[in-house]
């Protein structure tokens, strides 16, 4: 099968030479199910010279394709844009949201294209598979609706390192790059990246039928979402005030979750906007996203965030405000304001505990004993303190605490706090919490919560550079080892070392 040329309107639909999905496996498409209000169907516009780089295999198991037919010349077209397979329903999807805490009106799918939904005997809820870079749509604004290879690199990584690390987030199936020219501030070459998750319906998707009054489709929306994939909240009747409280009160206990393991695996997402909220709680659209390198409460990792929104520190408080948005949203299905700032507190009541098991779990605490919230706090936030002031490297020093215990060797690490006594002080407090003659299962435990790699921002840099000089080693070595990012790795030692000093340097923006 030929490559379309980019001048080409539509993508074709290539005859089938290895099927591409498994036996029982159907494309359902229950998004574009819903009225027309909500998308615009269009197809993909072709691109030049493809090629995939890389193909998680896994993944195309699990979500009912054929592992060989990712691997085939086929795959590579329909996953860059280039081709429809028969059943598949393409289409970009309409939302509004707050951006900087500022409302920006309709936004929608301006780089991304919906192909569809497979359900399969290992996913029988359905997983949608999504282009990023696809094109143009009628949401695009001034957009080009691409993606540079850049960008698409540090998405596909990263949402597998999510993965890898256990947080809740859409995933990566492919990254396809062509030649083709795509202009940001140089010239860099176009990329798609085919992303996977069960929905990504988002806050903003809610706000845009909300801002214009639309209440049958904000309620048509919110059914679907509750019937489709929060079964829990589906005993509540359709059209009544107690469904779509329920509702926001799950989804804030899922971003509570989400929010925990953020701050428990040190990660800055950079631009929490609304829009860009899942609905269930996963982690979206990675842009200028970082992992902390030297603790630091405060760190701002997005460029084009000079006031500081969306600093570390900030990230729970935000994840609030943005629920607030929603739950604003809802108001007219709620019917009530004292009901949804309710719901609105189930993500208080479960943000705490949930950092409790994720700090906990870092500590080797053991979850079948009860260990009091303050006393977790007790031990965590002068521990945090003292990486604060030592500019203490946040994965390593908690992976290196996981040895010291397997070692019995606390005291060795007063290195990392330039001997501060303060760090005495603390491995007292510390070893008071921890269960005696139970070294080897808190280690274990302690082993199987802090990551030996993570998605470091120069990593990710260097994996970058050599893919744009044709050479897909690092990036491939990255891929294995965020891939189970708790093991040792023999040979990739330098990919869990502290970063080199240029790597502070680095600029990430939204143009990311």
Known sequence: ????????????????????????????????????????RLQPTPMPELAMHARNEALAQDMGLRPEWLASSEATQVLGGNALLPGMDALASVYSGHQFGHWAGQ?????????????????????????????????????????VLRSSIREYLCSEAMHGLGVPTTRALSLVTSPQPIYRETVETAAVVARVAPSFVRFGHFEHFAARDDQDSLRKLADYVVE?????????ASGSSERY??????????????????????????????????ILGLTIDYGPFQFLDHYDANHICNHSDTGGRYAFARQPQVAYWNLFCL?????????????????????????????????????GLDPARSTAPEAVASVVNPLLALMQQHRTDYSLFWRALSQAVADDRLPALAHWFNGDAAFETWCEQYQALLQPGDAAATAARMFAANPRYVLRNHLGQEAITAAQQGNWTPFQRLQTVLATPYAEHPGCEDLAALPPDWAQHIEISCSS
């Not at 819903?34 to 615009?40: A, G, K």
């Not at 994939?229 to 509540?236: F, G, K, R, S």
Request: one cysteine or more; aromatic letters at 6%.
């Open 245 to 278: 409280a329920a509702f926001l009160a799950e989804v804030a206990e899922r971003t509570a979750r989400m929010i925990a393991l953020w701050q428990a695996h040190g990660f800055c997402h950079g631009v929490m906007n609304t829009d860009n909220m899942s």
């Open 107 to 147: 936004l929608g799918d301006g780089r991304a294209i919906l192909l569809g939904e497979i359900r399969s005997a290992t996913a029988p809820q359905g997983l949608e598979l999504q282009l990023k870079g696809a094109g143009k749509t009628p949401y695009s604004r001034m957009g080009d609706g691409r993606a």
């Open 228 to 236: 489709r994939y929060l079964p829990e909240v589906a005993q509540h």
């Open 1 to 40: 099968m030929s490559t379309r040329p980019a001048a080409a309107a539509t993508a074709s639909t290539p005859s089938a030479a290895v099927p591409a999905l498994q036996p029982g496996a159907q494309w359902h498409n229950g998004f574009a199910s819903l009225p027309p209000v909500f998308y615009t």
């Open 327 to 363: 739950g604003q949203a809802l108001l007219p299905l709620i019917d009530d304001e004292a009901t949804t700032l309710a719901a609105l507190e189930r993500y208080k009541t479960a943000l705490e505990p949930a950092m409790q098991r994720a700090l906990g779990a870092k500590l």
